[in-house]
C-alpha cells in the first residue's frame, strides 16, 4: 500500500500565477482533505472533497479552489499567487465516516 | 484567538533524556484530543488519541495524558532517541466537529542531541 502520495515534491512560482497541486489518496479511502501549513505553524484546513463534490470549506478564499476525480484522486488549484501563499500543502485521506485521517508527505509551494 | 495553545514553543534535550509536551485547550463541548509528530518536510502521523473518559494513552516511548476538567494534556517522551527529532503537534475536536473543524495547536518542535 504506496499510502497517501502527492505531487510535486516541491514548487516555486511567482506572484499571480497559477499552481496545481496533486494528490492520490489511500487505497480504500474516498474522502480527501487538503491543509495549508505555514513555517511554524499547525495546518490550516481548506476544503474536503467526497463523491467528486466539496463537503466543507475553511476560511480560504475563492482563489482556493479543488477537484475530487471518479477514482478519489484530487486536486487543489491556486489562482492569483500572493506571497503569503508560500507554505506546506497537505493532503490527507480517509474512508468516509471515520475519523482518522492519513497524511501526505505534503507539497511545498514557494511564491517569489 | 487559537483554542488550543502548546508550550514550549521549541526545545533541545540530551539522547537518551525524558521531556514532557503541553496542550491547553478551550474547545467546548470536548470530544477527543489527538497527539501527530510531524518530520520535517513530511506530513503528520498520529501517535494518540483520547476521548475525555481517557485520562492516559501510550504509544511505545510515548505516553499522552489528559485532564478533561482542566482542558489539559501532556505528551511525555520517555529515554528519547536522535528519530524523535520533529514537531508535535495537538489538535482538539469538538463533539460536533468533522475533521475539517479540528483546531491544530502550532505545534512543539523538539530536537534531541547526541
Known amino acids: 500500500d504506496a499510502g497517501v502520495t502527492q505531487s510535486p515534491t516541491h514548487l516555486i512560482k511567482t506572484r499571480g500565477q497559477q499552481v496545481t497541486l496533486r494528490c492520490s489518496p489511500k487505497?480504500?479511502?474516498?474522502?480527501v482533505s487538503w491543509y495549508q501549513q505555514a513555517l511554524g505553524q499547525g495546518p490550516q484546513f481548506i476544503f474536503q472533497?467526497?463523491?467528486?463534490?466539496?463537503?466543507q470549506r475553511g476560511n480560504f478564499p475563492d482563489r482556493f479552489s479543488g477537484h475530487q476525480f471518479p477514482n478519489y484522486s484530487s486536486e487543489l488549484n491556486v489562482n492569483a499567487l500572493l506571497l503569503g501563499d508560500s507554505a506546506l500543502y497537505l493532503c490527507a485521506s480517509s474512508p468516509s465516516g471515520v475519523d482518522e485521517q492519513f497524511f501526505g508527505p505534503g507539497t511545498r509551494l514557494t511564491v517569489l | 484567538k487559537n483554542q488550543v495553545e502548546q508550550s514550549p514553543q521549541s526545545l533541545i534535550i540530551l539522547e537518551g533524556k525524558n521531556c514532557t509536551l503541553q496542550c491547553n485547550y478551550t474547545v467546548s463541548p470536548f470530544s477527543n484530543l489527538r497527539w501527530y509528530k510531524q518530520d520535517t518536510g513530511r506530513g503528520p502521523v498520529s501517535l494518540t488519541i483520547?476521548?475525555?473518559?481517557?485520562n492516559t494513552k501510550s504509544n511505545g516511548r510515548y505516553t499522552a495524558t489528559l485532564d478533561a476538567d482542566t482542558k489539559q494534556s501532556s505528551l511525555h517522551i520517555t529515554a528519547s532517541q536522535l528519530s524523535d527529532s520533529a514537531s508535535y503537534i495537538c489538535v482538539a475536536q469538538r463533539e460536533t466537529d468533522s475533521w475539517g473543524k479540528f483546531q491544530f495547536g502550532a505545534g512543539t518542535q523538539v530536537v534531541v542531541t547526541p
Open positions: 472533497y467526497y463523491e467528486e463534490e466539496e463537503r
Open positions: 487505497s480504500g479511502h474516498d474522502t
Open positions: 483520547m476521548t475525555f473518559s481517557e
